[in-house]
């Protein structure tokens, strides 16, 4: 209304000294949805303790886009964690690193050698096309698989070819490590800003320490590798790709004496790097894979894209860029998928970097800040049956285009710490699904269970592993379409 109601404390969970709010937070459930079910009795915007750490938990969009944009500079701060630290050197990365000039910097840096190969890119098109061409010819040659390292290696060489102008083929060695290293990454960071003090995952257990240590090292050993290469042939002349353009800022600004206020050192590149490639890896692989776990539950779905499929593209080409305004079903899908299983449920936590406000509630320098993007994805006020898979909440009234029903969807944050990969993991989710759903009809292997819809939470929300029967459709028992490209 009218009224200007008077600044105060948000509702609080009872804390105790030392462990905060610990006590109140014993659940089975995983934090994102123990804080969804907060809100009945806290209202959607509370605030605990945890440990010394004032943290703030916000459920609805108004008060997620109020920190996200309308003060997004007063809310981009990130919080230094014990975990992040080690995967990125106290913070010298754009994720996980506070807000600074050095941040701004590297930040500006990614976000133009991305949109070199942005939308309309000849290049990227091609690079995603080729693996999704590589893609559905192993899927053409095993009857019943786990997609996960293949959707994983096929999204780990789109981002490798940008990053590091190289890829890997099937059974490398490096690309094996790779996956492993990842995993135990994902596993254990990120666990003691938020997760690592809540009961169910323990306090602080050392052996998870440790793998994180171990994993960052052989990280850190390949990045070190690509740097040194990249180093050796760098010229001035060519920008190969994303490292390449790193170190031509590196170079540029310690010609011009432009570093005052700047920290480009090769820590600060590496990090950067390692960023990106850790990203572009596990989120985009992420998505696929709920992709897939969703459209197996949902073979009507399936079959209702492959229609569009075959009416706007038919069987005599592949799909492409250009094609992904004319397959809104297509596009409603995979804007469902990231509604209902966000890549990351709790963003990665905000800081308050001054005295400020959210809605009514003073919120104090050095909060910490965590949006709730299951609760905005689960709004019963704003999604009808949140828990339904269903596309169609996606699409205009006559079916012709796409649209956001609501403004409690954020899959890719947004403001000043928006997602920098956003146009890239849109052009790879709409090819590889176009590609294999064109050539495949997927489902679970007679006599097994549907796969869990459940997902383990951790820095990325993932599903289960299981084995999907992919069976080529009518004209595509070879890898190639019936009549040619
Ligand atoms: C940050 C979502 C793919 C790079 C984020 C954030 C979200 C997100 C929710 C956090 C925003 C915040 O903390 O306010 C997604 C989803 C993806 C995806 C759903 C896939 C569908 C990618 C890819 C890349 C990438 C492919 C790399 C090329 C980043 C980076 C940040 C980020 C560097 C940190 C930005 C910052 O802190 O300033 N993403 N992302 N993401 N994403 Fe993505
Ligand atoms: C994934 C494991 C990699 O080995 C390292 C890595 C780097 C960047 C992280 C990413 C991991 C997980 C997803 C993150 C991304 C930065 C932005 C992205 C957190 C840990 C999201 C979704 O916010």
């Not at 976000?111 to 990227?124: C, D, R, T, Y």
């Not at 096929?154 to 940008?162: G, I, P």
């Not at 985009?284 to 897939?292: D, E, G, I, Y």
Request: aromatic fraction near 8%; charge should be neutral.
């Amino acid at each position: 209304g009218l009224l200007l109601s008077p600044p105060r404390e948000p509702p609080r969970l009872p804390a105790l000294p030392l462990i905060g709010s610990l006590l109140s937070l014993r659940s089975p459930l995983p934090p994102h949805r123990l804080f969804q079910d907060l809100q009945r009795k806290y209202g959607p915007t509370f605030s605990l303790m945890l440990g010394p750490h004032r943290v703030l938990v916000v459920n609805h969009h108004r008060h997620a886009r109020e920190v996200l944009l309308k003060k997004g500079r007063a809310f981009a701060g990130r919080p230094r964690t014990v975990t992040t630290d080690v995967l990125t050197r106290d913070g010298k990365d754009i994720a996980f690193g506070d807000y600074s000039a050095t941040w701004r910097f590297h930040r500006k840096i990614v976000h133009g050698a991305l949109s070199m190969f942005g939308e309309g890119s000849a290049s990227i098109e091609k690079i995603i096309c080729a693996e999704a061409s590589a893609l559905c010819g192993v899927l053409s040659q095993s009857s019943c698989l786990d997609l996960s390292p293949e959707l994983t290696r096929a999204v780990t060489n789109v981002v490798c070819w940008l990053c590091f102008s190289c890829s890997y083929s099937r059974g490398d060695p490096e690309f094996e490590a790779m996956l492993r290293y990842s995993q135990g990454i994902v596993d254990t960071v990120a666990k003691d800003g938020l997760v690592d003090i809540f009961p169910w995952l323990q306090v602080f257990p050392n052996a998870d320490l440790r793998r994180l240590r171990q994993c960052v090292s052989v990280r850190d050993r390949l990045l070190q590798d690509k740097y040194l290469q990249h180093q050796a042939d760098y010229s001035d002349h060519v920008q190969r790709d994303l490292l390449d353009a790193l170190l031509r800022a590196k170079r540029s600004a310690e010609n011009h004496n432009t570093a005052e206020c700047v920290d480009l050192s090769e820590d600060h590149l590496l990090m950067t790097v390692g960023d990106i490639f850790g990203a572009g890896v596990e989120t985009t692989t992420t998505v696929l894979k709920w992709a897939v776990t969703y459209l197996v539950h949902h073979p009507q779905v399936q079959r209702r894209i492959q229609d569009e499929l075959d009416r706007r593209i038919g069987g005599d080409r592949a799909p492409r860029l250009s094609d992904r305004g004319s397959l809104p079903y297509l596009e409603a899908t995979i804007r469902e998928v990231l509604r209902i299983r966000p890549v990351a449920p709790l963003f990665i936590p905000h800081v308050a970097l001054t005295d400020t406000s959210i809605g009514d509630f003073t919120v104090r320098k050095g909060t910490r800040v965590v949006i709730n993007l299951w609760s905005l994805h689960h709004d019963e006020e704003e999604w009808t049956d949140p828990e339904r898979f269903d596309p169609g909440r996606f699409l205009n009234s006559d079916g012709s285009g796409v649209t956001v029903p609501s403004p409690s969807y954020l899959p890719f944050g947004a403001g000043v710490r928006v997602c920098l990969g956003e146009a890239l993991a849109k052009m790879e989710l709409f090819l590889f699904l176009s590609w294999i759903l064109q050539r495949f009809h997927l489902s679970v292997p007679p006599g097994h269970p549907l796969p869990s819809l459940e997902g383990k939470f951790g820095v990325v929300l993932q599903p289960a592993r299981y084995q999907v029967n992919a069976t080529p459709r009518a004209g595509w028992d070879h890898a190639s379409p019936p009549h040619g490209q």
